[in-house]
């Protein structure tokens, strides 16, 4: 079956750094997505790695490594608006986003 | 602007009676889907249109109906059938290409809570 594991909740301090992991085992990778979700909104768009290697946004980065079925959200400069859920998603052979549970991102002063 | 938008953003329904949830998106895009988020797990797949006048079963289709008619519009009809139905769902959609240079990334509307009472 297809499969993308996140850490559940993860706590940081503000100004700090912070790393989120996602592994995944999935039929088929044509990319994989990271997005932010506060609570009772809608996902939205953070990044998206299809090559293996780091891509960087302003305060974020996302890396990917094909062959070991990893990624990782790296935020830096932490501040309390990051105070979210951050949701992993790999699209598939077929195209279809299969998601990960999502983690928690708790930030404290 | 474009966008998506669903209605409403809350939505009470007694047990036995069906309820649709409206979506309609701006951005011309072709696909278009429905997702059920529960508390502590992913977006489930319900269903998803590539064009109009098409769509298929996601990973939990049943108890769910969708129709698309218009390119922007992509109801969802809970029916009586399901048996759990009170959760957050979310419509998204997708610009056109599926590889390539285009990222295809989901843009997702503002969702509805259902409650069943």
């Known amino acids: 079956g297809q499969n993308i594991d996140q850490p559940t909740e993860m706590t940081a301090t503000e100004g700090a750094i912070v790393q989120i992991n996602c592994t995944y085992q999935t039929s088929g990778f044509n990319g994989l997505f990271w997005y932010q979700q506060h609570a009772g909104e809608a996902p939205t768009f953070l990044s998206y790695?299809?090559l293996d290697g780091l891509e960087e946004k302003g305060r974020f980065s996302s890396f990917l490594s094909r062959s070991k079925g990893y990624s990782y959200l790296l935020l830096k400069e932490l501040q309390m608006k990051d105070s979210a859920s951050y949701l992993c998603?790999?699209?598939?052979?077929?195209?279809?986003?299969?998601w990960g549970a999502g983690t928690k991102l708790i930030i404290k002063p | 602007d474009g966008g998506i938008t669903q209605s409403p953003k809350y939505l009470f329904r007694k047990e036995g009676q069906n309820v649709t949830l409206s979506c309609e998106q701006n951005?011309?895009?072709?696909?278009m889907y429905w997702y059920r988020q529960d508390p502590g797990q992913g977006l489930r797949l319900i269903y998803y249109?590539?064009?109009?006048?098409?769509?298929q079963k996601g990973d939990i289709a049943e108890g769910y109906s969708v129709s698309r008619e218009k390119k922007e519009s992509f109801p969802l009809t809970v029916t009586s059938a399901q048996k759990n139905p009170t959760a957050f769902y979310l419509c998204?959609?997708?610009?056109?290409?599926?590889?390539?240079?285009?990222?295809?990334?989901?843009?997702f509307g503002p969702g509805t809570r259902l409650t069943v009472l």
């Open positions: 998603a790999v699209m598939d052979s077929n195209y279809q986003l299969i």
């Open positions: 790695n299809v």
């Open positions: 998204a959609s997708t610009p056109p290409g599926i590889a390539g240079d285009t990222i295809n990334e989901q843009f």
């Open positions: 249109s590539q064009i109009v006048n098409d769509f």
């Open positions: 951005l011309n895009h072709d696909a």
